[in-house]
C-alpha cells in the first residue's frame, strides 16, 4: 500500500521584514486645507475685496461702517460694547443742568416746605383763639385743627372743612399765565418755577362719613418761589390784593391772611341741596355709601379773573 507523502508543517510566518516595494513616483501631496477665519469682533471695519483693471482683487478696503462709541462730531471713539468716557461737553451739560435747575428746585421745595409749616403754625393759632371766642357762647360749635402728615393738615369749623396740601413737585407755567409775564419773573430763570399748596373746601361730613361723590372746591393756591416770594390765586372771596411777586414776601402776617380768607371764603358759602326731581330715584349703592344728597353743591365760588382750577 503506497504511503501517501507526508506535508512537511509550515508555521506561518507572523512577522515579516519584507517591505512593500517603492513607488518610482510618490503621488503629489494634498493641497493644505484652508484656515478657519475667526469670527470679527464686534466693532472690528469689516473688510470687502476691491477689483483692479484687470480683474484680479487687491488687499481688501475697510468698510466706513462703526457701531461703537462716538463723539460730538460722529467719529469712533471705541468698538461697540467697550468702556468709554462721556465727551466733555455732553459731562459739562449734564452738570450745568444739576448745578442749575436741580439745585434751585431743591431750594424752591425747601421755600414751600417753611411756608406750609408756618400755614400750619397760624391755623393753629386761629383755632385756639376762635374756640376762646365761640365756647362761651356755644359749645356745640366745633373747631378744630388736624395733622395729617407732612404734607397735609385740615381745619374743622361747623360743617365746613378746609385742607391743606401741598403738593411734592416743582412746577411751572407756559409763558402767559399767572405772574409769568412779569419783568421780576423774567429777570431770573430760577424764579419760572413753584413749589405750589393748595386749600380746597369740603363739607365735613363728605369725609366723616365717605361720601365718595360728594364735590370739593379749590379755594386758593399759593406759588412760592424760590427768592420765597408768593403769588396767590384763587377765589374771589379771598379779596386777593394785587398781586405782585417782587413785593410778596412769604411772612406770618401774610399766611394768616391767607388762612382767614378761606375761612371766611368757606363759611359765606352754603351748600345747596339738589332739586327733588334728581333725588326721586336712587340706586342701592347710593343708598349703602350714603350718597343721597351727594350732588349737592356750593353756591358764589367763583375765581378771579375767570381763572379754572385744573389741579
Known amino acids: 500500500m503506497a504511503k501517501s507523502p507526508t506535508k512537511k508543517s509550515v508555521d506561518p510566518a507572523l512577522f515579516t521584514t519584507d517591505t512593500p516595494p517603492v513607488p518610482a513616483e510618490l503621488p ?12 470679527a469682533r464686534a466693532g472690528q471695519a469689516r473688510k470687502t475685496a476691491v477689483a483692479t483693471p484687470s480683474g484680479g482683487a487687491t488687499a481688501s478696503a475697510p468698510e466706513s ?9 460722529n467719529q469712533p471713539t471705541a ?3 467697550s468702556p468709554t468716557q462721556a465727551p466733555a461737553d455732553r459731562l459739562n451739560q449734564i452738570f450745568d443742568g444739576l448745578k442749575q435747575k436741580s439745585a434751585a428746585k431743591q431750594a424752591i421745595f425747601r421755600n414751600a416746605l417753611a411756608a406750609f409749616d408756618c400755614l400750619r403754625l397760624v391755623s393753629q393759632e386761629l383755632v385756639v383763639e376762635l374756640t376762646r371766642k365761640l365756647t362761651p357762647l356755644d359749645s356745640t360749635v366745633v373747631i378744630e ?13 361747623s360743617g365746613d372743612l378746609l385742607i391743606f396740601v401741598m403738593h411734592s413737585n416743582v412746577v411751572t407755567f407756559p409763558d402767559d399765565y399767572g405772574p409769568m409775564p412779569s419783568a421780576y419773573v423774567a429777570g431770573d430763570f430760577r424764579r419760572r418755577f413753584f413749589g405750589h399748596i393748595m386749600a380746597y373746601n369740603f363739607m ?7 361720601r365718595m361723590n360728594d364735590p370739593g372746591y379749590l379755594v386758593g393756591r399759593l406759588l412760592v418761589n424760590i427768592d420765597n416770594h408768593y403769588f396767590l390765586e384763587g377765589v374771589q372771596q379771598l379779596e386777593l390784593p394785587d398781586n405782585d411777586m417782587a413785593d410778596n414776601a412769604v411772612t406770618p402776617e401774610a399766611m394768616r391772611l391767607f388762612v382767614e380768607s378761606a375761612m371766611i371764603a368757606a363759611v ?14 336712587i340706586s342701592v349703592k347710593q343708598k349703602l355709601e350714603n350718597q343721597q344728597v351727594s350732588r349737592g353743591s356750593k353756591v358764589g365760588f367763583s375765581f378771579s379773573n375767570e381763572q379754572d382750577s385744573q389741579f
Open 204 to 210: 365735613a361730613d363728605s369725609i366723616k362719613y365717605q
Open 28 to 39: 503629489p501631496p494634498l493641497p493644505p486645507a484652508a484656515p478657519r477665519k475667526k469670527p
Open 65 to 73: 461702517v462703526h457701531s461703537g462709541a462716538t463723539a460730538t462730531n
Open 145 to 157: 385743627y388736624r395733622s395729617i402728615n407732612d404734607m397735609e393738615f385740615h381745619i374743622r369749623f
Open 268 to 281: 359765606n358759602n352754603d351748600l345747596i341741596a339738589p332739586g327733588l326731581a334728581e333725588i326721586q330715584k
Open 79 to 81: 468698538a461697540a460694547g
